[in-house]
């Protein structure tokens, strides 16, 4: 009987070891909250300071936001957004695969017919904004030569490229002008650039136009303005 | 109609079960009444199991929740695509809302919007336009304004005390 109650005694007494702390866990890997934030934009500055004295100019946005479209109305152009970067989804997917499937030269030949079929001439200004840095060359070169030939000579073009050229993966961002100089910014996705471009690489591949002016943003970003 | 439809639903259950249907109302009557007109007059619906082809002319505001091919007129008055709306047409009207799907230009001449959720295949002529953050448009959006004249040759004298005649710019305007 004793026995018994000593085997019980024992259960309830306190361990001779330190008191079993509950072990560390990390906190579940949360995905990073979507980036959203208002800047200034010296280069879109740039860019309507181009456009001032006319009106009515016919505008390629390859962003379409819908605030930027409204804000081009407002100034009495005429805005025409372009699904782009959808486009670029369907033809190209969306996953890790995207860049090798851009050496495919019938998908390529496709998403240029489809996605720039426009006229010769037909622009006055493009809003890149950051779409050619989701380009392999072999997708950029025919998307650059398309958009010359849409665009008259001397028009205005402001294109983004990420400046970190250590990061693996980048915000696709959705540009909306909300001023003459004010962007606002909300991420939509993340994707490996297809390649770093630096200033010299910019200044390279939009060789054929007249000149190329570049911005140095705070937030990585390097915003180029440039003259077809 | 309605009488023939409810004998239907009395008649007894047949021997071999029916698959499930979903019961689509012809008439999308109450869905169109959160559309709220503004005007005292009635409003024209095509519901959302209705399909046209042709051209339609509207002397009072029009709804369209179902599929139409062809134009839509309605001048002096309000054309509103709904959710369910899948309209192959031009579309000439004084207010357009676009909560569905369009292929083809649109004319407000007051305003366009399209809503959350729209899909604009086509081109945008009015005079106040606005979209929402989820809505989409593949396709210019100009001004319906009349074309600003040239400059005349010679400058209007400008008096010592106002400037020359120059558009006010109020703080929210964004050409400020």
Known sequence: MSAVLDKLRNLFQPDDDPPHLPSYRPPPLQPTAPIELTRPSNGLDQFFLALDGQDRLKILDLCGAPATTEFLFQLDHVPRPDPFYRALELAFGNGPGYLDRQLEPDRVEIFVEHTLGHKEGEFDAVLLWDSLQYLRPELLEPVLEQIFDITRPGAPLLAVFHADERIEEVPVFSYHVQGRNTLFLSEKDRRRPAQHFNNRMIEKIFKNFASTKFFLARDHLREVLIRR | ?176
């Open chain 2, 1 to 176: 109609m309605w009488k023939r439809r409810d004998r239907e639903e009395e008649q007894p259950a047949r021997s071999t079960p029916d698959p499930v249907k979903e019961n689509t109302p012809l008439s999308t009557t109450p869905a169109v009444r959160s559309y709220e007109p503004d005007s005292p007059r009635g409003v024209a619906t095509i519901g959302k199991a209705v399909y046209i082809k042709g051209q339609i002319i509207a002397r009072e505001d029009l709804v369209v929740d179902g599929s139409v091919d062809g134009t839509i007129e309605a001048q002096e008055h309000r054309v509103t695509i709904g959710p369910n709306g899948k309209v192959a047409a031009t579309i000439k009207a004084r207010h357009i809302i676009i909560q569905g799907q369009i292929t083809g230009n649109v004319e407000g001449t007051e305003k366009v919007e399209i809503r959350n959720g729209a899909k604009l295949l086509g081109d945008v002529k009015t005079v106040k336009f606005v979209c929402e953050e989820e809505g989409t448009i593949n396709g210019s959006v100009s001004s319906l304004r009349p074309e600003s004249k040239p400059a005349p040759a010679v400058e209007p004298k400008a008096s010592p005390v106002t400037p020359p005649a120059q558009q006010t710019l109020t703080p929210n305007d964004p050409k400020k």
